[in-house]
């Protein structure tokens, strides 16, 4: 089992910067890539980031150059860096852990960006 709890959300004006953090706790070893993933009201869930344990990163086209995503291993926590924050980023942001035999998810974060 892994759990995972995001913390980091909240409001904050276009052009604005949040990090999302999440602690990871349980069969850690069992990780293969942790992610994030967002979901806005009345649309699927898509994925935003993605960083696999040998260090390599994926971002989804539309926040590329603006979202950052890092782990920091002494601490397992996982960080989503979101800078020059749009209006259409506003979301629930999910943090998940992709493990050899299932995807383990957090509770989500809501992320809400004003124009």
């Known amino acids: 089992q892994v759990q995972l709890v995001e913390s980091g959300g909240g409001l904050v004006q276009a052009g604005g910067s949040l990090r999302l953090s999440c602690a990871v706790s349980?069969?850690?070893?069992?990780?293969?890539?942790m992610a994030w993933y967002r979901q806005a009201p009345g649309k699927q869930r898509e994925s935003v980031a993605i960083?696999?344990?040998?260090?390599?990163?994926n971002y989804a086209d539309s926040v590329k150059g603006r979202f950052t995503i890092s782990g920091d291993a002494a601490k397992n926590t996982v960080f989503l860096q979101m800078n020059s924050l749009k209006p259409e980023d506003t979301a629930v942001y999910y943090c998940?852990?992709?493990?050899?035999?299932?995807?383990?998810w957090g509770q989500g974060t809501q992320v809400t960006v004003t124009s």
């Open positions: 998940n852990a992709k493990a050899s035999r299932r995807d383990y």
């Open positions: 349980g069969n850690i070893l069992s990780i293969n890539a």
């Open positions: 960083l696999t344990t040998g260090g390599s990163t």
